[in-house]
Structures are given as structure tokens and as C-alpha cells.
């Protein structure tokens, strides 16, 4: 990849960062796009990061997704009555407000979302097995630095009990 050069000839780091950074975004793109090839007829982009928020915060009212996921609660409604229909969610009477219903995974839901992150996790320890050690070190030291200036909390460990972070509604300043 060409370094782009200033008027002055130096080369311009934050643009080097800047195409490369750009360019790793549709690789992950594209494996994001890959893991969801297996359920895409069941489930939209849309739907499952709705499905990732379900179950990163468990039962959870519509406004509060609608928030999440930064969309009008009227589209939060339309999402999940797709995901109802397709036994992905159900509802539920809130018990500590019987006025208020939650939101929640079913089962296949939870395994959805299991599924779709797994294979993500394999293709891209795939791709890291292409690399030397060094740069794995290398990477590591530099997607962490970039996930933390972007406000993005680190994923759990593989196997860890603890669900992925939105990382969706990030404040980037």
C-alpha cells in the first residue's frame, strides 16, 4: 500500500493509519457479512445486532433497545415482531411493573447469536494464523490502543460467561 506523502514530502501517519485502518474495516465487514450468511434468511443485520443486545442485557424494554440500537421505537417494534415471528424473541409482563412488557432471546435466539459468533471467532483466528508472532504482538498493541481512544470495551475471552458489549452507541470525541 502506498504511504501518502504531505507538500512537504514527509509521510502523513494518520493517513497511512487512516487507508489502513479503512481497509481492515471491510475485511471485518465482509466476515461479519460471512457469519451471518448462515441465518441472513431469517435475520437482517438490524435484527441481529438487535438479537446481540437482547442478549447482552437480557429482558429488556422496547424504548431501551430503541436507545441501544439507535433507531425510532416504531422500527424497534417492527424488528422485533419479525424476530417474535421468527421464535428468535418473545415477550413478556414485566414482574416488577405489570403495566410494562420485556423483551427477551428464546432459546434458538440465544443459539443464534452463539452460532453467528463463533464462526466470526473462527474466520478471523483464520486470518490471524497467516500472521508471524511478532505481529500478532503487534496487532494486539494496536487494535487495543484503537478500541480504547474509540470508547470500545475489550470483547470477554473466549468461553468467558460474560456477553459482548453493544459497542454500538460508541461516543467517539
Known amino acids: 500500500m502506498p504511504v501518502h506523502e504531505t507538500t512537504a514530502g514527509t509521510m502523513d501517519d494518520g493517513e497511512a493509519v487512516t487507508r489502513a485502518v479503512l481497509t481492515a474495516s471491510r475485511l471485518l465487514v465482509a466476515v461479519s457479512a460471512r457469519s451471518l450468511a448462515a441465518v441472513e434468511e431469517r435475520v437482517t443485520l438490524p435484527q441481529f445486532r438487535m438479537l446481540v443486545a437482547l442478549s447482552t442485557r437480557g429482558a429488556t424494554k422496547l424504548v431501551t433497545l430503541a436507545e441501544l440500537l439507535q433507531v425510532a421505537p416504531s422500527t424497534a417494534m417492527r424488528m422485533v415482531d419479525r424476530l417474535i415471528a421468527a421464535g428468535l424473541a418473545d415477550r413478556q409482563t414485566n414482574p416488577g411493573n405489570r403495566r410494562e412488557t420485556l423483551l427477551r432471546l428464546t432459546e434458538e435466539g440465544s443459539r443464534t447469536v452463539e452460532d453467528v459468533t463463533a464462526r466470526r471467532r473462527a474466520e478471523i483466528a483464520t486470518i490471524v494464523e497467516h500472521l508471524r ?10 487494535l487495543n490502543a484503537f478500541n480504547k481512544a474509540g470508547g470500545e470495551p475489550p470483547a470477554p475471552v473466549l468461553d468467558h460467561p460474560e456477553p459482548y458489549p453493544l459497542g454500538w452507541a460508541v461516543d467517539v470525541r
Open 133 to 142: 508472532p511478532t505481529q500478532r504482538l503487534a496487532l494486539i498493541e494496536a
